[in-house]
């Protein structure tokens, strides 16, 4: 089965840019979350969805950051406009219906913000 | 709210030598437990979860856990390390409302 997908895998734009971080989540799964890890402050949950729906979106930094879930299998961050202090790597992760199930991790957007 | 501390930043062990990563947690409710283990430019990888029933879990790649209520632990051993177990690891608790609060990490070195 494939796992879940982000694009890019790499980011390079100039501050003030705006910035859209792609994800597919694992086919069937109910949730989705996005992350924010730096060495500073190492993983952070910045929002999550049910069912397409936004549940918490209280580790958003910012007005900034925006998120969007328009269907099942696709989701966008979106940084706008973008600040040097957002470079980091974001993750997004997806999960099944039960609240014990792990969730399951893409490999990552490394952005950088000139 | 739940938390995590994760005791040492980073191990370095011997190849074929025990590996021990301590992990405390708190939470007030009965908690879920992970660990997770990065690998450089990857996401992360479930290793192994704690969600009930029997206290020791064993997880992928040899690893295991156990759940101690009374010192509110979770800590990962593995018997005898390996050169791929360089990487780094995660302990994460979840207090069953689908938020995940994750530890500061752990790098493991391993020694030829």
């Known amino acids: 089965d494939a796992g879940v997908i982000q694009s890019p895998r790499h980011e390079v734009t100039e501050m003030g840019q705006e910035v859209t971080l792609r994800c597919k989540p694992i086919?069937?799964?109910?949730?989705l979350f996005w992350y924010r890890q730096t060495m500073m402050r190492g993983l952070e949950l910045l929002i999550y969805?049910?069912?397409?729906?936004?549940?918490?979106d209280s580790g958003m930094p910012e007005d900034r950051f925006s998120a969007k879930m328009p269907n099942a299998s696709f989701s966008t961050l979106k940084i706008q406009p973008s600040e040097p202090r957002d470079s980091a790597v974001y993750f997004c992760?997806?999960?099944?219906?039960?609240?014990?199930?792990?969730?399951?991790f893409g490999d990552g957007t490394r952005l950088s913000i000139l | 709210a739940q938390s995590v501390t994760q005791l040492g930043s980073h191990v370095s062990v011997s190849e074929g030598a025990l590996v021990l990563l301590r992990c405390n947690y708190s939470?007030?409710?009965?908690?879920?437990l992970f660990w997770y283990v990065q690998y450089p430019n990857q996401g992360l990888q479930l290793l192994l979860k704690?969600?009930?029933?029997?206290?020791l879990v064993k997880g992928i790649n040899g690893f295991e856990a156990e759940f101690k209520k009374s010192e509110t632990s979770f800590h990962l051993t593995k018997p005898s390390a390996h050169m791929s177990d360089a990487a780094e690891y995660f302990c994460?608790?979840?207090?069953?409302?689908?938020?995940?609060?994750f530890g500061a990490g752990t790098t493991v070195t391993v020694r030829a």
């Open positions: 969805f049910n069912n397409n729906v936004p549940i918490d």
């Open positions: 704690y969600t009930t029933g029997a206290t």
């Open positions: 992760a997806s999960m099944g219906q039960s609240s014990n199930q792990p969730q399951h």
């Open positions: 939470s007030s409710v009965p908690p879920y």
């Open positions: 994460a608790v979840s207090e069953g409302d689908y938020k995940l609060s």
């Open positions: 086919s069937g799964h109910d949730y």
